[in-house]
C-alpha cells in the first residue's frame, strides 16, 4: 500500500471519561497549519432535494436485458432506490423532467458499452450527468463494460468509430461537449469488466460498493472544509465505539503533511457536541515549554507522562493493542481545485495542468494545499512557466515541513535516507539490503527506522518513497555542492550529460548516478575520477564507451550498452547486479574473474552474447535472465557452480542445443524457462536432481520430441508445465501423475500427442487448444473446479468426450461437437428450453449443468476469437438471473459445445432457461440442461 495513504494509530489521542462529559483531542505537529477555511462556490455547495439514490446513464440494446436487469435486481435487494426511464418517451433532447430527475440523484452510474456513443440521447445525458458532477459534487461511478477506458477518453477504437458516426450533422459545441464529458467520465475510478472473471460478482460487487457510498458516508455538507474525509471518518468510528463509557485512545499515524491534523480537527467536529466540555489542542510541542536540552522524543515524552498519566490516573507506559487503517484516500484533484480555484473542478483549459501539479504533489494533502494556494489566481501562462521550477525544487513550505522527519535520523540513516530518495526508490527489499549491506551495518534495521518514521514504507515487497520525500532528498543532495562531480548522486538529466560528456570531471564524492533521459554522449574517460562510484544506472542508448569503472561497483544498470565486452571493469569483485539491457555484448570478460558477491544478472535481448563461461566464479548467483539471447549457442559447465541459482530464464535462445549436465547441481532451482528455444533437442536427466523445481516452461520447443523419464525428485513440487507449441512431442511420462502439486498443464498446439495418461488430482487447469491428434483420455478429473479446454480436438474418441462432458462444469468447457450429447437430458434447438419439475413438494433451488452448440450466421463471417454468454431462468412470465450467468466463450469457434454450470432459485414448476450471446455474428444452434440435483 502506498506511504501516503497509510493512517495508523499513533500520534492523536481522543478521550471519553466520566460518562461522556468530557472530551478531549491532544494532536502534537511540529508546525502550525493555517487555521483557514476554503469557501467553494455557490454552485457547489447547492442543496438539492434527492428523489432517486442511483441514475443509470445506458444504452438499452447493450445492456438492458442483461446486465442492467441484473444490477436492477441486485440494487433492489440492497434497497437502493434505482430510476428506471420505462415511462420515458425518446427523443431527440433529453427534456427538463429528465435533467431534474438527474440532478436528484444521489449517484449517477454511466454505463459505458460499445454502442453507448452511437446514441445522442445517452451523450447529451452524460454531459448532464458530469455537470451535475461539478456544479452540485454528484458522485459519477463509470463501468467500463467490455470496452476500454482510454478507448472511451480518446474516443478511439470502435468506441470512437461509433462516436464519430454520432456526430456527423451535429454543431461543434454538442459534439465539443460530448467529448469532454467523454473523456471527463473515463478518468474517474470505476469497474473494468475485463478485471471480473465473471460479471455475476462483478454487478455484486457493484452493488455493494454503491451501497457504502449511499448508507455509510457522511453527507458532504459536512465536508466543505474538509475534501475527501468521509472514508477516514468511517474507518475510525469503528474503533471510536462512543457507545463505550470508557477511555478510547485513537492515533493516526503518517508522514508528514498527510492530513493527520485534518482528519482529527474533523472528527472533533464531528463528535465535541456530544460532550459537555471539549477542547481541540494542536501544536502542542510548539506551546509548551520543554526541559533544557530535551530532545524531540524526551518532549513527547514528558507530555505524555505528565498529562496522560493524569488524565488516566496511571503512570505505566499504555501498549498500543489495535491498529486501525482508514486505506482509501480519495479526491487529490478536487482538493487541489478547491484551493486553486476556489470551486470542485478545473477551470477551462486548466484540465490538463491541474493534473500535472497533483502528480507532482504526489497526492499529499499537504502539497495541495500548498501548491493550490501558490497557483490560485495566476494565469494560464504562469503555470505553464512555473512548473519547469517546481519539478526542480519544493516549495518553501513543503520543504520545511518535511525536513523535520529528516533532521530527527542520526547520521547514518539521514545517509540511508539520501540512497534510497536518490537510487533505490521502488526497489525490492533484498536488493536494497543486499546492495547496501557494504556500506551500512544492519540495514533491514535501518529501514525499518525510516518505516516507523513514516519516511518509507515496504510495498509489495519493495521500498518505496513518497514523491515529494524524494524531491526532498535529491534537494539536499544537490546542495552538497554547486559542482555536480562534487555530490554524492548525480539524478539531474542536463548535470549528468555535462558531467559525462567531460574527461574525469567527477571526483571521489560520486557514488551514484541514474540517467534515464533521451539521449547521453559517454566520454572515454567520464569515469576516471569517480573511484567510490558504486551504483550505476543509465537507461539509454549513447555514443561512445567507458575505458574505466569503478572497481567498487555494486550494481551496473545499462541498457544498450556499446561496447562488445566489460573489459572496463578489470576488477569486478563486489559487483552484486549487473543488468545489461539490449546491450551489444558478445562476452562479459575475458578469462576468468572473481564474483563471488553477483547475485543477480539480467542480459535481456542481448543478440550478440555467445559466451556466458565468465560466470563460472558466480557461486552466489540467484537469477540468471537471459531471455531473447539469440546467438547463444550453450551455457557452459560452469553454470553448475551456481548452486544457489533459483531461477534461470533462456527463453528466445533459439540457437541454445542443449543444457549441460551439470544443471543437476543447481538444485535450488524453482523455475526453468525455456520457450522458443527452438534448436533444443531434449533435456537432460540430470535434471532430476533439481528438487525444488516449481515451474518449467517449454513453449515452442519445436525439436523435443520426448520428456526425459524417472525424474520423480525433480516434478514433486512442480505447479506448472507448459508443453504448449512442442509439436513433436508424442506423449506426455506416466510421471505426471505423481506431480501431486501441479495446478496448471499447457499442451496448446501440441499436434502429435496422441493421449493423456493418468493425471494428478491437483491439477485446475488443463488447455489441450489445437492437439489435432489427440484420441484417448486415459484418466479422469478429481478436481471438481478444473477448467478442461478442448477446442480443435477433433479426433477425441466417444469416451474420452464422454469424461470431459460429465466432469464438473465449475469453469467453461470447450470440446467439439456438432450435435447435443444424450447425457443432457432436456434439449430444445434454439436458444430456449422448458424444465417441468414433478417433483412434490417443489424444490427451492436447481443445480446443473448447461451446453449450447453455436454457429455463425450465415449472412455474416463470424470473426469474433471471444463472445459473452448470459443466461438466466424465467418463472411465473419474471426473469431470475442464475448464479455465475456471465461467462466468456474463448475462443468462440463453430461445432464446439460450450459447458457450464448454473445455480437458480425455483419459484415456480415450470421453468424457462434462456441463452443469449452479444453481437449479431454467432447464433445458439441447440441448448441442453442435465439437471443435477435440487435442494
Known amino acids: 500500500m502506498d506511504l501516503y495513504l497509510l493512517l495508523v494509530t499513533v500520534s492523536a489521542t481522543i478521550f471519553t471519561l466520566l460518562g461522556r462529559r468530557i472530551f478531549s483531542f491532544v494532536y502534537g505537529k511540529f508546525r502550525v497549519q493555517e487555521n483557514r477555511i476554503i469557501a467553494s462556490s455557490p454552485k457547489s455547495t447547492l442543496p438539492r432535494n434527492c428523489t432517486h439514490d442511483v441514475f443509470p446513464s445506458f444504452h438499452g440494446a447493450d445492456v438492458r436485458k442483461s446486465f442492467l436487469s441484473h444490477l436492477v435486481k441486485e440494487f433492489g435487494s440492497k434497497g437502493i432506490n434505482l430510476f428506471i426511464d420505462n415511462e420515458i418517451t425518446r427523443g431527440e433532447f433529453i427534456g427538463p423532467e429528465l435533467k431534474k430527475t438527474i440532478q436528484g440523484s444521489r449517484i449517477a452510474i454511466v454505463l459505458l458499452s460499445k454502442r453507448y456513443a452511437s446514441s445522442s440521447w445517452c451523450l447529451d445525458e452524460l454531459v448532464e450527468i458530469m455537470k451535475c458532477k461539478e456544479e452540485l459534487g454528484q458522485t459519477v461511478v463509470p463501468v467500463f463494460y467490455e470496452v476500454d477506458p482510454s478507448d472511451v477518453k480518446k474516443q478511439a477504437g470502435e468506441f470512437g468509430k461509433v462516436f464519430k458516426k454520432t456526430c456527423k450533422g451535429k454543431t461543434n459545441e454538442v459534439t465539443r461537449k460530448w467529448s469532454k464529458a467523454l473523456a471527463k467520465v473515463a478518468t474517474l475510478a470505476g469497474y473494468h469488466s475485463m478485471n471480473w472473471d465473471n460479471e455475476a460478482k462483478m454487478i455484486e460487487d457493484v452493488a455493494t460498493d454503491v451501497a457504502k457510498k449511499l448508507f455509510n458516508s457522511t453527507p458532504s455538507r459536512d465536508f466543505d472544509e474538509f475534501t475527501g474525509m468521509e472514508a477516514h471518518m468511517e474507518k475510525i468510528s469503528l474503533v471510536l465505539r462512543t457507545d463505550l463509557d470508557e477511555v478510547r485512545m485513537i492515533g493516526i499515524w503518517g508522514p508528514a503533511g498527510i492530513g493527520k491534523s485534518t482528519i482529527a480537527r474533523c472528527l472533533f467536529n464531528q463528535l465535541s457536541h456530544t460532550f459537555q466540555h471539549s477542547v481541540f489542542m494542536m501544536n502542542v510541542k510548539a506551546m509548551y515549554t520543554p526541559p533544557v536540552c530535551s530532545d524531540d522524543y524526551n518532549v513527547k515524552l514528558h507530555l505524555q507522562q505528565k498529562f496522560l498519566s493524569q488524565l488516566l490516573n496511571q503512570s505505566e507506559d499504555l501498549k498500543i493493542s489495535h491498529l486501525g487503517k482508514p486505506w482509501q484516500k480519495k479526491f487529490f484533484g478536487l482538493m487541489f481545485c478547491m484551493y ?506 436447481i443445480i446443473g449443468k448447461a451446453c449450447i452448440l453455436l454457429v455463425s450466421k450465415e449472412e455474416v463471417q463470424a470473426s469474433k476469437e471471444k463472445i459473452t454468454l448470459d443466461h438466466w431462468i424465467k418463472q411465473n412470465s419474471i426473469n431470475v438471473p442464475c448464479s455465475r450467468s456471465f461467462h466468456n466463450l474463448f475462443p468462440a469457434l463453430t461445432e464446439h459445445l460450450y459447458i457450464f454450470a448454473f445455480e437458480a432459485d425455483v419459484t415456480s414448476d415450470e421453468l424457462c432457461l434462456k441463452f443469449g450471446v452479444e453481437g449479431d455474428e454467432w447464433m445458439i444452434k441447440e441448448c441442453g440442461v442435465h439437471y443435477l440435483n435440487t435442494s
Open 340 to 845: 486553486a480555484f476556489g470551486q470542485k473542478s478545473p477551470e477551462d483549459g486548466f484540465e490538463k495542468l491541474v493534473w500535472e501539479v497533483t502528480d507532482l504533489a504526489g497526492k499529499l494533502p499537504l502539497g495541495l494545499r500548498v501548491m493550490g494556494s501558490y497557483f490560485r489566481g495566476m494565469p494560464k501562462e504562469e503555470w505553464e512557466n512555473a512548473l519547469p521550477e517546481l519539478r526542480m525544487c519544493l516549495d518553501g513550505e513543503i520543504e520545511s515541513i518535511l525536513m523535520f522527519g529528516y533532521n530527527a535520523l542520526s547520521h547514518e540513516n539521514k545517509d540511508l535516507f539520501l540512497h534510497i530518495a536518490c537510487f533505490f526508490n521502488l526497489e525490492r527489499t533484498k536488493k536494497v539490503v543486499e546492495h547496501l549491506s557494504k556500506r551500512f551495518s544492519d540495514v533491514r534495521q535501518r529501514l525499518n527506522v525510516l518505516a516507523d518514521k513514516s519516511l518509507i514504507s515496504f510495498e509489495r515487497g519493495c521500498v518505496s518513497m513518497h514523491d515529494l520525500l524524494v524531491q526532498l532528498g535529491r534537494d539536499i543532495v544537490r546542495k552538497q555542492s554547486s559542482e555536480p562531480g562534487q555530490r554524492q548522486f548525480l539524478v539531474g538529466e542536463r548535470e549528468t550529460c555535462e558531467l559525462l560528456a567531460d574527461d574525469a570531471a567527477g571526483s571521489r564524492s560520486v557514488i551514484g548516478i541514474i540517467f534515464d533521459g533521451e539521449e547521453i554522449n559517454v566520454s572515454e574517460r567520464a569515469f576516471e575520477g569517480m573511484s567510490n562510484l558504486q551504483f550505476l544506472r543509465i537507461e539509454t542508448e549513447c555514443d561512445g564507451g567507458p575505458s574505466y569503472l569503478s572497481r567498487k561497483l555494486r550494481l551496473l544498470d545499462w541498457s544498450y550498452f556499446p561496447m562488445t565486452c566489460l573489459h572496463c571493469i578489470p576488477n569486478p569483485e563486489l559487483l552484486v547486479e549487473l543488468i545489461m539491457y539490449r546491450s551489444k555484448l558478445e562476452k562479459l570478460w575475458e578469462g576468468t574473474k572473481l564474483l563471488s558477491y553477483l547475485k543477480w544478472v539480467d542480459l535481456n535481448y542481448s543478440e550478440n552474447l555467445k559466451d556466458v563461461s565468465s560466470l563460472s566464479t558466480a557461486t552466489s548467483l540467484e537469477k540468471l535472465n537471459l531471455p531473447g539471447c539469440s546467438s547463444l549457442v550453450e551455457l557452459p559447465s560452469s553454470i553448475g557452480n551456481a548452486i544457489h541459482l533459483k531461477e534461470l530464464i533462456l527463453a528466445g535462445c533459439s540457437s541454445l542445443v542443449e543444457l549441460p549436465s551439470s544443471i543437476g547441481n543447481a538444485i535450488h532451482l524453482k523455475k526453468l524457462d525455456l520457450s522458443e528455444c527452438s534448436s533444443l533437442v531434449e533435456l537432460p536427466s540430470s535434471i532430476e536432481n533439481i528438487t525444488n523445481l516449481q515451474f518449467l516452461c517449454l513453449r515452442s520447443c519445436s525439436r523435443l520430441v520426448e520428456l526425459p523419464s524417472g525424474i520423480d525428485n525433480a516434478i514433486r513440487n512442480l505447479q506448472g508445465l507448459d508443453l504448449s507449441g512442442c509439436s513433436g512431442l508424442v506423449g506426455i511420462p506416466p510421471w505426471i501423475k505423481r506431480s501431486s502439486r501441479l495446478h496448471r498443464l499447457v499442451l496448446k498446439g501440441c499436434k502429435e500427442l496422441l493421449s493423456l495418461p493418468q493425471l494428478p488430482s491437483s491439477l485446475s487447469e488443463i488447455d489441450a487448444e489445437n492437439c489435432e491428434s489427440l484420441e484417448r483420455l486415459d484418466c479422469s478429473f478429481l478436481n471438481q473446479k478444473i477448467a478442461l479446454n478442448f477446442p480443435n480436438c477433433f479426433k477425441l474418441n466417444k469416451e474420452a468426450r464422454d469424461v470431459i462432458i460429465q466432469t464438473s462444469a465449475y469453469k467453461v468447457k470447450i470440446l467439439p461437437g456438432k450435435e447435443m450429447p444424450n447425457y443432457f437430458n432436456y434439449q430444445a434447438n434454439g436458444d430456449s428450453l422448458v424444465i417441468k419439475l414433478n417433483e412434490r413438494p417443489s424444490p427451492s433451488t
